[in-house]
């Protein structure tokens, strides 16, 4: 089946300091989503593509949909400890009634005031 | 508007027996979906929803799983019997179309 590649696991970082994050596939994606997950809640959407090459920012929040289709990276900038969490990616395959989502693995953050 | 509600919030059960996990979706919603996360490895889908029809339930992992949705509202995860592999953390989504996901907390399974 289709996997996602989400790298790096886990990034320990200052306060202040900005952070990226990038998913990649073998497979090709018509939507890319990212979402952040805190303890005990579930995932919340940050940002959806859904054209290759669109960069797309919410606040401190950037990022972009791969221009093969195969990728997307989140940048985070100038990070503040609320930001801590783990962020997913997620593709999906539109058309038709396929409303399925492929998760990467997550990355975890840590922030450090 | 109320988010998507699931309970238990956590259930701990021995191998071996019964577990019934709820999802309540926003109301309105004719889309739900049920995900699941494994200690460190990704969300995976295992079967959405349209009203009370299975749209899809490919990644249902085997038949000791059972998903219901009488009515359209809400929905139901049955495992039984529970198996040590089972453990994890169990997403309920909703939405209304296409793209418009929203979770509940999940539901943390541990099979002890």
């Known amino acids: 089946g289709q996997q996602l590649n989400q790298s790096p696991q886990s990034m320990f970082i200052q306060e202040g300091e900005d952070v990226s994050m990038n998913c990649t596939s073998s497979?090709?994606?018509?939507?890319w989503l990212w979402y952040k997950q805190d303890p005990g809640e579930g995932p919340v959407l940050l940002i959806a593509?859904?054209?290759?090459?669109e960069l797309t920012s919410n606040g401190r929040l950037t990022a972009q949909f791969g221009i093969t289709r195969k990728d997307s990276f989140l940048n985070i900038s100038a990070s503040i400890p609320s930001d801590v969490g783990i962020y997913f990616c997620?593709?999906?395959?539109?058309?038709?009634?396929?409303?399925?989502?492929?998760f990467g693995k997550g990355t975890l953050l840590t922030v450090n005031p | 508007e109320a988010g998507v509600t699931q309970f238990p919030s956590h259930s701990v059960i021995e191998k071996g027996q019964t577990v019934t996990l709820r999802c309540d979706p926003i109301?309105?919603?004719?889309?739900l979906y049920w995900y699941r996360r494994v200690m460190g490895k990704e969300i995976k889908f295992l079967l959405h929803?349209?009203?009370?029809?299975?749209?899809?339930e490919s990644g249902m992992p085997n038949n000791r799983f059972l998903a219901e949705r009488t009515g359209g509202t809400y929905s139901t995860l049955k495992v039984q019997p529970a198996e040590l592999e089972d453990s994890g953390v169990y997403f309920c989504?909703?939405?209304?179309?296409?793209?418009?996901?929203?979770f509940g907390s999940g539901t943390r399974l541990t099979v002890v």
């Open positions: 109301s309105g919603h004719d889309n």
């Open positions: 997620a593709g999906r395959l539109s058309g038709g009634s396929n409303y399925k989502l492929t």
């Open positions: 593509l859904y054209k290759a090459g």
């Open positions: 989504a909703s939405s209304f179309r296409e793209g418009d996901y929203t």
């Open positions: 929803f349209v009203k009370e029809s299975k749209q899809d």
């Open positions: 497979s090709i994606f018509n939507t």
